[in-house]
């Protein structure tokens, strides 16, 4: 075995890049882990509004509404909870209540618009809406900006006096999370977490869950937030929603009053105008909804990143090219290094057949024999020629793998004297 040797001063030139790319590797990649996991225990602390029993007003777990729902009757409020839109719009329509919409996305876009059809003086409260649920209610508000966690505000917290006498009593509440922006005539509180438009059907939008939640609802004044902006002398109509509420495909009950008259022709008939026809929503992947977006930019950052580590480890295009070894290595070393690995690994088989394999190749062309001889036959030519017993030869080059380091030393040694024998090496005899 040959083996090239080449400077010191050669092996640290050639050994600096690669300290240099583990230094920035490294923390490169110690950066990477510390964002995955920072976005991925943000996700798993907030909670789905998808999820059944989100703000529940029977759920008793962390994101539930058990312990609101119990405030509230601890305050004589009439709650009644409604799992359908349609159950929720015709208990709602009987006389001015206040309606509680802790999870709106959930609610269809072809019916959001009826929420704002409930008896005048009634007060709809809503968590988070999102931009499509405010603009379906038509109300003069819109989405700002979003902070990475909700936090606890006073009610003046951007320097203007709140009229909201609920969030004054309230006081600092963890209602910052989603502000909102308005026109002057709506009622602004805690910096645009919590808003208030006043119109025939009074619209209230909560910035965030956690003053509604079981598990944050008796830190800062969260709980007499909630109770204030669900409470009062109103009932309360509590939609706990265990699905998405489909697209509406006939017309339904509206609040809206109607008044009976008879149809052209006197047949007696009631006419109710009829809602106008609309196209159906276009179809979109369900997978892309179910997770934050922030979790799709993840992705696509985490695959560029990967296809530049598969671009910068196949930079290099090609056959293999032979290079210079960065020092000096005998092969007495690499046999030796071999030969503790199979020791190691107790492969005293693999190293019999191994050393057979070898002694063959150089005894089979001093004898003219072709590889494909038979062993009995191959066995007998070496035994005449070595004048030994064929039956130890044919054991010695074709027998079983032996069962001890002792075994295995003694066959290397006797193959290596009949090798010597019958085919030594030109070298044999050399001092070195």
Known sequence: MTATTVTSADTATAAAP????????VPLGLAVLLIVTTLVLHAVDRPDTDEPGFLSPVATDDDGGSRLAEALRAQGVSLRRETTFDGMLQTAGIAPSTVFLPAPGLVHPDLVDRLIALPPGSRLVLVEPSPRVLAGLDTPAEAATRRWAARAVPPDADGT?????????????????????????????YGGALLRAPGRVEVVLAGASDPFRNDRIDEWGNEALATGLLGGNRPLV???????????????????PFTEQPAPGGSG??????????????????????????????LAQ??????????WRARRLGPPVSEPLPVTVRSAETVRGRARLYRRAGARGTVAETLRAAALDRLLPRLNLPPDTPDDEVAA???????????RVAELLYGPAPEKD?????????????TRTLAPHPSEGDTR
């Open 406 to 418: 002792r075994e295995l030393l003694e066959l290397a040694r006797e193959l290596d004297a009949l």
């Open 161 to 189: 006096p709140c009229p909201l006498p609920e969030a004054v009593r309230a006081g600092a509440a963890a209602i910052d999370l989603q502000r909102y922006a308005g026109p002057p005539e709506v009622d602004h509180c």
């Open 302 to 311: 985490l695959a560029l990143a990967g296809l530049l580590v598969v671009l």
């Open 381 to 391: 030519v070496i035994a005449a020629r070595a004048g030994a017993d064929p039956e």
């Open 269 to 298: 008939r009631s006419e109710r105008s009829e809602p106008p026809d609309r196209a159906d929503p276009p179809w979109e992947n369900p997978l892309w909804g179910a997770f934050p977006q922030w979790f799709w930019a993840l």
């Open 238 to 256: 509590w939609l706990d929603l265990p699905e998405p509420v489909p697209a509406p495909t006939r017309p339904s009950w509206s609040a809206e």
């Open 18 to 25: 690669r300290r240099r790319r583990h230094r920035l590797l």
